[in-house]
């Protein structure tokens, strides 16, 4: 008898106790001895385990790789360029050590997406306090203020100019430029950024901790 996975679709062959596609346990239904009816419901809580995730064990493996790694994509960082790769490495890799500490050893797809939720929720917010400490020291600790206040009107400059280039309306690119140029426009930019930042630290997160847990699981699932 052939069945159709829950979460792909695909069919699995009769007797196959997990999903040859995506690796998803599969619940055998049979009601012909009292040992299928055992092992159906061995099969339906190890579902239940897999897409359940203990939140003790999955914090103390993100927890000390999401922090390091938020310091690392923080805007100022010497690998901030490699940011949102190495959130989405870090994800995957705390699902490794989660999966490592767990037993079974292998979950859905779903409960290593919220693994990298949380780690990219801890990782953006380090990052995110990281930034905003190293403006702040720069600018009033090392006094490097004139620095970015020369390269912030560059900036602005050079938005005027293609401003002008396209033929936008003078009146327009001058209030922009006040804007832009003043104490609030200048904080509320940064703080734009720096959302910006974190959401994609997050998005990347997520994937990295569901694609983690996909291969992971397709790696160790068990046999028939």
């Known amino acids: 008898m052939e069945v159709t996975c829950s979460r792909c679709h695909q069919t699995v062959q009769d007797g196959y106790c997990y999903c040859p596609n995506c690796g998803l346990p599969q619940i055998v239904y049979s009601a012909e001895t009292s040992a299928d009816a055992g092992q ?3 099969w339906g809580e190890a579902v239940r385990d897999a897409n359940t995730v203990d939140w003790n064990s999955a914090l103390r493996s993100t927890l000390p790789l999401a922090i390091p790694a ?12 490699f940011g949102l790769l190495l959130m989405g490495a870090t994800a995957a890799w705390g699902v490794a050590l ?3 500490s767990h ?56 938005q005027q100019a293609q401003g002008i280039a396209v033929g936008a309306d003078a009146q327009n690119l001058a209030a922009a430029k006040a804007l832009m140029m003043s104490p609030e426009g200048r904080a ?30 397709r790696t160790r699932r068990p046999e028939n």
Do not use: K
């Open 188 to 217: 509320g930019l940064i703080l734009f950024t720096i959302a910006i930042l974190m959401g994609t630290l997050v998005l990347f997160a997520i994937a990295g901790g569901a694609l983690g847990a996909r291969m992971l699981t």
């Open 103 to 158: 037993r079974p050893a292998w979950i859905t797809v779903g409960a290593g997406a919220r693994i990298g939720f949380v780690t990219g929720v801890v990782g953006s917010w380090t990052a995110a306090a990281m930034s905003g400490l190293s403006l702040y020291a720069l600018r009033y600790w090392l006094h490097q203020g004139s620095a970015f206040d020369d390269f912030w009107q560059n900036v602005v400059n050079m």
């Open 70 to 81: 938020g310091i690392l994509c923080s805007m100022l960082s010497p690998v901030s360029i």
């Open 98 to 100: 989660y999966m490592r």
């Open 40 to 42: 159906r419901e061995r």
